[in-house]
């Protein structure tokens, strides 16, 4: 019998085909389909060898169930919070990612947020479809600066790189907070300057979030750091939701002390925060910064391929723990 692997993802036929070339894939649709209780997801991932998996939550308790016969998790995504790694590392179940595959698409959207609160798209957009537009009024939906505004990205990785770079060319200045500033070469090409969080929170006009969520970033963006925010500021989160004390931002935005806020991403996926949905400063999107067509057909290719090396005992791109 042919070793089972379970895909809980939508999937191209060319990822299909390929796998159920050695395995017996088992692959539930999650695009197309609505989402499976945890009884059922158990159901479809006992037995399986590997499993490939976008957000959804894999905890240890879940990785212990399956430890006998699971070796791998490869995650359609490059954060892995949703998997518990240091269960899996002790189990011996390689866990692996996406990265790289989606940095220009997420990037991309960062730059689109910018766009989207700063001019207040999302607004006019609203408003246009409403059939408010009487007129070329000239008083309508004027926004906040972009060109020669300061930009402080959290996180300078490979997607805060591509989105300074891309930054610039809107003519902004950069400032970065990381825990390890990178390399002179790396922040002299995108433009960026180093700042403690607390300088960078002080200066910027936009913040965007681009922190990976771990014990340390989690509520990084709390109520008193949110205080040190510019009032004409806005925040823009494309990381993870816990990263910001969501209901602290709701607070904020409802007392003016910030001028907006673009979030793809919640604390409480896909809850929002009551009251967040109401406010029209506020761009909410579902959780889809990398979502365009041909970043998301690569996702998937390279979580297979992930996965096949790793069955096949082959060096493996983008492994996330070591095991064995
Ligand atoms: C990621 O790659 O971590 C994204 O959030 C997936 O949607």
Same mark, same amino acid.
């Given at each position: 019998?042919?070793?089972?692997?379970?895909?809980?993802?939508?999937?191209?036929?060319?990822? @299909?085909?390929?796998?159920?070339?050695?395995?017996?894939?088992?692959?539930?649709?999650?695009?197309?389909?609505?989402?499976?209780?945890?009884?059922?997801?158990?159901?479809?991932?006992?037995?399986?060898?590997?499993?490939?998996?976008?957000?959804?939550?894999?905890?240890?308790?879940?990785? !212990?169930?399956?430890?006998?016969?699971? #070796?791998?998790?490869?995650?359609?995504?490059?954060?892995?919070?949703?998997?518990?790694?240091? !269960?899996?590392?002790?189990?011996?179940?390689?866990?692996?990612?996406?990265?790289?595959?989606?940095?220009?698409?997420?990037?991309?959207?960062?730059?689109?947020?910018?766009?989207?609160?700063? +001019?207040?798209?999302?607004?006019?957009?609203?408003?246009?479809?409403?059939?408010?537009?009487?007129?070329?009024?000239?008083?309508?939906?004027?926004?906040?600066?972009?060109?020669?505004?300061?930009?402080?990205?959290?996180?300078?990785?490979?997607?805060?790189?591509?989105?300074?770079?891309?930054?610039?060319?809107?003519?902004? #200045?950069?400032?970065?907070?990381?825990?390890?500033?990178?390399?002179? %070469?790396?922040?002299?090409?995108?433009?960026?300057?180093? +700042?403690?969080?607390?300088?960078?929170?002080?200066? %910027?006009?936009?913040?965007?979030?681009?922190?990976?969520?771990?014990?340390?970033?989690?509520? @990084?963006?709390?109520?008193? +750091?949110?205080?040190?925010?510019?009032?004409?500021?806005?925040?823009?989160?494309?990381?993870?939701?816990?990263?910001?004390?969501?209901?602290?931002?709701?607070?904020?935005?409802?007392?003016?002390?910030?001028?907006?806020?673009?979030?793809?991403?919640?604390?409480?996926?896909?809850?929002?925060?009551?009251?967040?949905?109401?406010?029209?400063?506020?761009?909410?999107?579902?959780?889809?910064?990398?979502?365009?067509?041909?970043?998301?057909?690569?996702?998937?290719?390279?979580?297979?391929?992930?996965? #096949?090396?790793? @069955?096949?005992?082959?060096?493996?791109?983008?492994?996330?723990?070591?095991?064995?």
């Amino acid at each position: 019998m042919r070793p089972r692997v379970y895909i809980h993802s939508w999937a191209p036929e060319d990822v @299909l085909s390929d796998l159920g070339r050695d395995y017996a894939v088992d692959c539930y649709d999650t695009s197309a389909n609505p989402p499976l209780s945890a009884e059922a997801f158990g159901e479809r991932l006992a037995g399986a060898v590997a499993v490939m998996i976008h957000t959804s939550t894999l905890d240890g308790d879940m990785i !212990a169930a399956n430890a006998e016969t699971l #070796k791998v998790i490869a995650s359609i995504a490059v954060g892995t919070d949703h998997i518990d790694v240091a !269960a899996a590392t002790r189990h011996g179940i390689l866990v692996t990612n996406t990265s790289g595959v989606l940095t220009e698409a997420v990037a991309d959207f960062a730059i689109g947020m910018v766009l989207a609160v700063g +001019r207040r798209i999302a607004e006019a957009d609203r408003f246009t479809r409403a059939g408010h537009f009487q007129g070329n009024n000239f008083g309508l939906y004027w926004g906040g600066e972009v060109n020669g505004e300061t930009l402080g990205i959290v996180g300078m990785g490979r997607i805060g790189q591509a989105t300074a770079r891309r930054a610039r060319g809107f003519g902004m #200045k950069l400032i970065y907070h990381n825990r390890n500033p990178v390399a002179d %070469s790396i922040a002299d090409e995108v433009g960026a300057t180093w +700042r403690p969080l607390e300088d960078l929170l002080g200066q %910027s006009r936009y913040v965007i979030l681009l922190t990976p969520l771990t014990p340390e970033t989690h509520h @990084l963006i709390d109520e008193s +750091r949110l205080r040190l925010m510019r009032s004409d500021a806005y925040l823009i989160n494309v990381s993870r939701g816990p990263v910001v004390h969501e209901a602290a931002l709701l607070a904020a935005l409802q007392a003016g002390r910030l001028a907006g806020a673009a979030l793809d991403v919640y604390e409480n996926e896909p809850a929002l925060a009551d009251g967040l949905a109401a406010l029209e400063n506020v761009v909410l999107t579902p959780h889809v910064a990398s979502a365009d067509v041909a970043t998301r057909h690569n996702m998937l290719r390279l979580a297979a391929t992930n996965l #096949k090396a790793a @069955l096949a005992g082959e060096p493996v791109p983008n492994p996330v723990n070591r095991v064995g």
